[in-house]
Every structure is written in structure tokens, then in C-alpha cells.
């Protein structure tokens, strides 16, 4: 059985509410008794899961000197998503008469970028997040942290070729909007209504030339100031809720 390490009070909670039955075992920082820890140690007694209280240094170790908040949790691995789960989700919206808003990572590889768009895409209600399968973060327990729990609720598909599933995407009425600086058009000018996928490109290099060739439309974040980019997940919350707006006028 693979497992893998989580850690943080929002990430366990978040496993414990939404996928008690990957837990293994918790590890929590002996003497510490709080308003925030003290649930979490009883649910995962509710739950019959193995409590171990660890000194500080040892839970370093284990989450590899991450901010562990005091807690780690030992969980089965989650299944990763993929093209045909994907595919599953645009039938359930389409039978629901919901338009997709969908985010594309391209070239994203920071742990710790990944995990703050997750939190900012579920902010957002994004249905699905989609990576492509190399060149790209993985979800690791820095990034399950930085997510603040969105991690566990936001579906994160990877796929082996994403100008394939860009192509899919489109047959399947999708309208892809992908980030570019040089792009004419601003974020702003752009309509973003109907069902719509996002990309967004790695910093400094931004989307790669196949994934660029596969978009609809292009747009950018206007800057007025000395600076010329954004930090991805910045970048990310500024065009989401620029789509969320005009989709809650719509």
C-alpha cells in the first residue's frame, strides 16, 4: 500500500472530513493542547486511527523541515485523475446545465505555487484543475499545505498530453483562454461567460509554444506599475474572479 505524508491543521482536517478512510496514523507534538489541535486528535480517535505524540524535532524530520503546525498524518495515496476523469466530469456539468470553468497549469513546477492556486480555484468554484503529467509540481504535502485544505476538495487531473486534451476539450465546446503578456487583447476587454478553460504558463518562460498554437483567444493582466509579471498564483486569482465576476452577471 503507497502512502504519502500530510501536514497542517487545514490539510488533515480537510482529509479527515472529506477522506477519513485514507488516514494511516497521525503524528502530533507531544504537550501541545489547544482549541485547534485538540479536535483533530479526538476525531481521529473517533475515527479509530493511531494518535503518536512526537517531539517537535521528530515531526521536522518527517515533514522534511515544513511548517507542520504540529500535526502530520500518514494517508494512503489518492488516486490520481486523469483524461477519463475529466471527460466524466464535463458529462455530469453538461447533464446539470452548467458551463465548465476549468484551470490549465503549463509548466507550474513550485509545490508551493500549485498549492495556492488550488486554494484561490476552489475559492473561485472552478470545477477541475488540469497538469499536465511532466513538467509540472506534483502534489506533495508543501503543496497540500499551501492549499489550506483545497487539496483535498478540488478535483486535479493529470494528463499524459495536454495539446491532446486542449484539442478534447474544444470538441467538447470548451472555449480556451490562455495568458500571454504580449497578448492585445486585456483581461477585462474579454468575455468569459460561457464554458471556459484558463491557462496559465510557468513564471518567466509563461505557456509553451504547443500549448499557445492550441488556444482560442489570448489575453493579459494589464500592469501599470514598474514590475512586468505576476507571481502565477496572484496572477491566477486576478483572471479567475475577473471570470467569476462577469459569470455572476451573466
Not at 91 to 99: D, E, F, P
Amino acid at each position: 500500500m503507497s502512502s504519502e505524508i500530510a501536514y497542517g491543521i487545514h490539510s488533515i482536517s480537510a482529509i479527515m472530513a472529506n477522506e477519513p478512510e485514507r488516514l494511516i496514523e497521525v503524528y502530533a507534538l507531544k504537550d501541545r493542547k489547544d482549541d485547534r489541535m485538540a479536535p483533530l486528535i479526538s476525531q481521529a480517535h473517533s475515527l479509530g486511527v493511531s494518535v503518536q505524540y512526537m517531539s517537535r524535532k521528530v515531526l521536522d524530520d518527517k515533514s522534511d523541515g515544513e511548517q507542520h503546525q504540529g500535526i502530520i498524518a500518514r494517508v494512503k495515496a489518492a488516486k490520481q485523475k486523469d483524461e477519463a476523469d475529466l471527460s466524466d466530469l464535463l458529462a455530469r456539468l453538461n447533464q446539470q446545465n452548467i458551463a465548465p470553468l476549468l484551470l490549465i497549469l503549463d509548466g507550474v513546477t513550485d509545490p508551493h505555487n500549485l498549492g495556492a492556486v488550488l486554494r484561490t480555484a476552489d475559492a473561485a468554484g472552478v470545477h477541475g484543475v488540469i497538469v499536465p503529467k511532466d513538467r509540472s509540481a506534483k502534489l506533495t504535502g508543501t503543496a497540500r499545505k499551501v492549499a489550506c485544505g483545497a487539496a483535498e476538495v478540488m478535483p486535479l487531473f493529470v494528463v499524459t498530453n495536454l495539446a491532446r486534451s486542449l484539442k478534447s476539450l474544444q470538441n467538447e465546446g470548451v472555449w480556451i483562454v490562455g495568458t500571454a503578456g504580449e497578448a492585445e487583447q486585456d483581461v477585462f476587454q474579454k468575455s468569459m461567460t460561457g464554458p471556459l478553460a484558463l491557462v496559465m504558463g510557468a513564471e518567466g518562460t509563461g505557456m509553451r509554444r504547443l500549448t499557445r498554437e492550441n488556444c482560442d483567444d489570448l489575453v493579459k493582466i494589464p500592469m501599470a506599475g514598474s514590475v512586468s509579471s505576476l507571481n502565477v498564483s496572484v496572477a491566477t486569482g486576478v483572471i479567475l474572479f475577473e471570470a467569476v465576476r462577469q459569470r455572476t452577471l451573466a
